[in-house]
């Protein structure tokens, strides 16, 4: 659907200004968001794909979850970062990142073999199960803010926020630092967030290695 140039009365220009930059058409998120918008081709697909989406959410006896790729992409931009982001030390994260990687290589191999174990009726003991589960959704709530957000935990990032659109969105600005004169208030205030920033996702990574071996070494 082409998007209008005029939105009650105001240019579209205006109107994405006024609602954070909402690029995914003009009604989305709106009250003009109604059934005419829909695709009814795609409707039966979209519903399929989402109902064998929580389905296997609902059923499966580990929660169908893997972090290897995720800690890939924190590895792969923590690396992209480092050379810019040397003045205030982006690259030790890379350490923690390997340790993090490490760490739910196990725990990815071990959820798929418990799985495996129980759909196959190899074992009934619910007790594995719940240690992984349990781990596995702590382990999503020490990640997703950093992963995915700027304000983290208890901040609210504007819809469509460009820093969002990268892995590690606290550590967009780190770009910042190779245009930022080497001194004066503006580079110090820049480095003081950064920092701050860095300690943050560093200490989500140790976090996440920590609770992957804790719950691992309770697993019988």
């Known amino acids: 659907m082409q998007l209008r140039e005029e939105i009650s009365g105001r240019p579209r220009r205006e109107e994405l200004q006024a609602s954070a930059n909402a690029t995914c058409s003009w009604w989305h998120h709106s009250l003009e ?4 918008k829909i695709d009814w081709a795609w409707m039966a697909d979209h519903i399929r794909i989402y109902a064998a989406y929580l389905w296997e959410l609902c059923t499966a006896p580990v929660l169908p979850f893997e972090f290897v790729g995720v800690a890939g992409e924190f590895k792969g931009r923590i690396a992209e970062l480092a050379a810019v982001g040397s003045a205030v030390g ?4 890379l350490t923690h990142a390997d340790a993090f990687e ?7 191999s071990e959820a798929k073999r418990w799985n495996g174990l129980y759909r196959a009726n190899a074992t009934r003991d619910p007790a594995p ?12 709530r020490v990640l997703l803010p950093i992963a995915s957000t700027v304000k983290g935990t208890y901040g609210h990032d504007t819809f469509s926020y460009t820093p969002q659109s990268t892995m590690i969105p606290c550590l967009y600005d780190v770009a910042r ?11 110090w205030q820049l480095e003081t967030q950064l920092v701050r920033d860095r ?3 560093s200490d989500a990574l140790v976090d996440a290695r920590l ?3 804790t719950s691992l070494s309770l697993l019988k």
């Open 129 to 140: 199960a719940e240690l992984l589960n349990t781990c596995i959704k702590r382990l999503s």
């Open 90 to 93: 982006v690259g030790t994260l």
């Open 211 to 213: 609770l992957i071996e």
């Open 102 to 108: 490490a760490a739910a290589r196990q725990l990815d």
């Open 199 to 201: 300690n943050r996702v």
């Open 177 to 187: 630092l190779g245009s930022t004169p080497p001194s004066g208030p503006a580079r």
């Open 33 to 36: 968001s109604t059934f005419d």
